[in-house]
Structures are given as structure tokens and as C-alpha cells.
């Protein structure tokens, strides 16, 4: 009977030990599907966790979803289609105004001008044939929204890395045809964020055009952009960057940066304006050691960078026609 007893109680106590060690091996397989800073941190009775037979992670959140770029090679073409379209629109628009000569007709004060509207001044005829050619053979239809477009297609193909684009969104040029700015503020405070990072890619990648873009020193009040570029404008960004330039440049256009280095250093008109001696030593170090770095295996400049765009008739060859309008 004793003997009875005692195997009831050790099977009993075998029993125990066996739920026991199967929770233990629960609790720990749960907890080692757990993300290690999870574990460590506060909130932790509040995480789900997926069981621990599973690796699959949960899917990306919705604003990060959102904010993946599309491939360049997806955005490219729309920004470059619009591209054009928005810049001979604007050409177009401005070459109608210059072409209206009645504001100068039977006024004797500007007989001069008048004369020069009706004979065509500044290239008018020529610019606006090659804008109306622009806008045909890129099919760019209805242009009413144009600028929009441009700039939210600019936006998508810089965020993919499109050097073209990240160049054109950094010149900030998104007014439309009437000289109104088309960015919200929303906008202008995101390219403050974003801007930095394309003038540091542009830089490393040795292209000339952004050095070319840092060496601006006039804005328009309240209408670009590009001024929130960190040091822009500043003269000791702008000298550092023409010499830049002038480590990279040969023929006529070396010796107009030469004279624009010059300036800044010995200014004829101001010169209480020169620049300090240790901000020119400054600016040759970082432009001398820049140029080796990203520049030297670049071709060379034998004239001023163009940023963004060509002006229209200066374009040998435009893209192929098109039904669709962007």
C-alpha cells in the first residue's frame, strides 16, 4: 500500500516538473522573437509579439511607405519632358510680351524702342520660333499648369537621385509664367532639409554645375529658394567656390575667373571690402583639396557651367515627339 503511495506521488511530482520545463520553454522562445532594444526598454507589456516559430518582421509603416523614393530611371523622364516643356513655355510668354509693340506706338519718348520691337530687338522672331517648336515636338499640350507639374516632377526624380533634377530643384527656378512662385511654405521648408544633402552628393560626384550654382550672390527678396542653402551668398563661399572653378577652367573663361578672384581679394571700388588674408587661405586649402578629391579626374571648363537648363534656342537637339501630355 505504501509502495502504492509513493509512485502515485513521484508520478505526480514528474508530472509537475514536465509543465513546468514546457512553460519555461514558452516564455523564452516568445521572448527571443522580441527585438533586443524592445526587451530593455519601457512599454514592454504593451508590445504583441509574433509567435516564436515565426521570422517575419512587420511591414514597412505608412509614412515610411510614402516616403520611399521612386527609381530615377521611373522619374526621369517625366522631370526631363517637363523640363522642357516649362522653360519654352515661359520663353514663349516672354517672348509675346517683347513682340507687343503698342505700349510704344505714337509716343515720341520711346520712337527709339519702337523701332527696335518692330525690327525684332533681343533675338524676339528667333526665341519664339524655337519655344513654339520646343512645345511641338515635345508634345506638351495644355501648358496652364505647366510649372506645377515641373516642380513636383522635379521633387520626385531629385528624391531618386536624378543628378539633372537634384541640379534644377537646387536653382529653385519654379516660378511660373507671370514671375509668381508656385512653392507652398510647406515646400520651401522642405527644401531647406533636403537641399544640404544635394549640394554635398553634387560635390562628391565632381559635378561643376553646383559650384557654379554656390558662387551666386544676388537674390530676388522672398521668391527663391535657394537661399536656404547653408553659406550661400556669404563672400567666403563664393570665393572658395570660383576658386574652385578656376582650378578646373582654361582660355577666356580662366582669366574672367581670375579677374572675379582678384576683385574679391583688391576691390578697385571698396577696398575696405577685401577679403581677410586668413579667409583667402582658407578658401584655397578647401577649393585646392576639393578638386583632388572629387574634381581632378573630371573634364575641364572652358566656359560657365549651365545649371539646370540651356535657354531653348540654344538647344542642339530636342526629345523625341510625343502624343501623351505629362
Known amino acids: 500500500m505504501n509502495s502504492r503511495r509513493t509512485l502515485a506521488v513521484l508520478l505526480g511530482c514528474l508530472l509537475v516538473a514536465a ?9 523564452s522562445g516568445a521572448l527571443a522573437d522580441v527585438e533586443p532594444d524592445a526587451v530593455s526598454g519601457s512599454g514592454l507589456e504593451n508590445r504583441t ?14 509614412a515610411s511607405a510614402v ?8 522619374a526621369g523622364p517625366a522631370f526631363e519632358k517637363l523640363r522642357l516643356c516649362a522653360y519654352a513655355s515661359r520663353e514663349l510668354a516672354v ?25 525684332g530687338w533681343m533675338n524676339v522672331p528667333n526665341r519664339k520660333v524655337a519655344a513654339e517648336a520646343a512645345l511641338k515636338y515635345a508634345g506638351c499640350g495644355d ?6 507639374r515641373y516642380f513636383e516632377a522635379t521633387k520626385q526624380a531629385a528624391r ?19 514671375g509668381k512662385p508656385i512653392l507652398t511654405d510647406a515646400e520651401v521648408e522642405d527644401y531647406g532639409h533636403v537641399a544640404p544633402q ?5 560635390l562628391q560626384r565632381g559635378d561643376w554645375r553646383i559650384v557654379e550654382l554656390m558662387t551666386k550672390d544676388s537674390f530676388h527678396p522672398g521668391i527663391e529658394p535657394i537661399r536656404q542653402i547653408p553659406s550661400i551668398g556669404k563672400p567666403e563661399t563664393i570665393y572658395k567656390m570660383r576658386k574652385l572653378l578656376r582650378l578646373g577652367a582654361s582660355g577666356p573663361y580662366a582669366k574672367s575667373l581670375d579677374s572675379d578672384l582678384e576683385g574679391m581679394i583688391h576691390p578697385d571700388v571698396n577696398p575696405e571690402a577685401a577679403l581677410p588674408a586668413d579667409v583667402v587661405k582658407k578658401g584655397d586649402a578647401w577649393a585646392q583639396q576639393t578638386f583632388n578629391e ?22 542642339d537637339r530636342l526629345p523625341g515627339p510625343t502624343t501623351t501630355t505629362p
Open 19 to 27: 509543465l513546468i520545463a514546457t512553460y519555461i520553454g514558452f516564455r
Open 49 to 62: 509579439t509574433e509567435p516564436a516559430t515565426s521570422t517575419a518582421r512587420k511591414p514597412a509603416s505608412p
Open 67 to 74: 516616403s520611399a523614393p521612386v527609381a530615377a530611371n521611373d
Open 95 to 119: 517672348t509675346n510680351s517683347l513682340s507687343d509693340c503698342k505700349e510704344y506706338e505714337g509716343r515720341t519718348d520711346f520712337q527709339d524702342l519702337y523701332a527696335k520691337c518692330l525690327n
Open 143 to 148: 501648358t496652364t499648369d505647366v510649372a506645377t
Open 160 to 178: 531618386a537621385g536624378h543628378a539633372d533634377a537634384q541640379m534644377c530643384y537646387l536653382q529653385g527656378e519654379f516660378g511660373t509664367s507671370n
Open 198 to 202: 544635394y549640394v554635398d552628393a553634387a
Open 294 to 315: 572629387y574634381f581632378s579626374g573630371v573634364a575641364g571648363l572652358t566656359e560657365r557651367p549651365t545649371v539646370c537648363m540651356e535657354p531653348i534656342g540654344k538647344i
